[in-house]
Structures are given as structure tokens and as C-alpha cells.
């Protein structure tokens, strides 16, 4: 069982920056894939970004781009993955959560379907992110 708990969420005018943490603490939480998504009220969840288990491989939605960055920093007991998120826009508006999938650390690639919910094994309870115009 992994834990995860998200924090950093907030409301920002376009333009801002606000960076969100997950800790990540439970049962070996290094060996997983650590990954963001986003959900607005009535819509499925969206990928944001993803990082591999030691943080040498990322991956990003095209609509973030350059503007947000994920790392992780990975020690004994509890892992915690970062979200920086620069320029925002308000269509950046959602809740976003945190989530760990348990992906084969031998691959040069992130699985096919990492950018759908599907593969991943456990959820945080999200932050909210309002971004105003």
C-alpha cells in the first residue's frame, strides 16, 4: 500500500506560479512511476505530467509543456514528487492529484497508456488550483 498526500494547491491570478507537493509514504513508494493528473467538475481525469521511479525520465502533456516542470526527490522512508507550475492560465483550474503506478523500472519508455488513468495503482485526495483572469 502506498499513501499518497497532495499540498501546495491555491488560487493565483494568470500569469503566477504555485508549486504542489506529494508525499508519497508506505510500502517501497521508490519503485513506483509517480504521476499528475488534473479533474474539473464533470470531466475525467486528464494527464498533466509523469516521472519514472528515480526521476530520470519525464513525460508532459502538450498543453504544459514548458510551463510545468515535475521531479521527485526519493529517500528512505517517505518520496515526494513536485509539480512547478509557471504561467498559469485559468483553464489550469482544477483539482489536481497525485498518483503512483507501479511501471517495469527496466523500460527506456514510459508504458503505452500512461497517459490514462488505468495504470495507476493508488490516488491521493487532490488540491485545488484556481487560477483567475
Known amino acids: 500500500q502506498v499513501y499518497l498526500l497532495e499540498s501546495g494547491g491555491g488560487s493565483v491570478q494568470a500569469g503566477g506560479s504555485l508549486r504542489l507537493s506529494c508525499a508519497a509514504s508506505g510500502r517501497r513508494p521508490s519503485w513506483y512511476a509517480m504521476a499528475w493528473f488534473r479533474q474539473t467538475p464533470g470531466q475525467g481525469r486528464e494527464f498533466v505530467a509523469v516521472t519514472n521511479w528515480d526521476g530520470t525520465r519525464t513525460n508532459y502533456a502538450d498543453n504544459v509543456k514548458g510551463r510545468f516542470t515535475i521531479t521527485r526527490e526519493n529517500a528512505e522512508a517517505t518520496n515526494t514528487v513536485y509539480l512547478q507550475m509557471e504561467s498559469l492560465k485559468p483553464e489550469d483550474t482544477a483539482v489536481y492529484l497525485c498518483?503512483?503506478?507501479?511501471?517495469?523500472?527496466?523500460?527506456?519508455?514510459?508504458?503505452?497508456?500512461?497517459?490514462?488513468?488505468?495504470?495507476?495503482?493508488?490516488w491521493g485526495q487532490g488540491t485545488q488550483v484556481t487560477v483567475s483572469s
Open positions: 498518483t503512483a503506478g507501479l511501471f517495469p523500472r527496466g523500460l527506456d519508455t514510459f508504458p503505452e497508456s500512461h497517459m490514462t488513468p488505468g495504470p495507476y495503482d493508488y
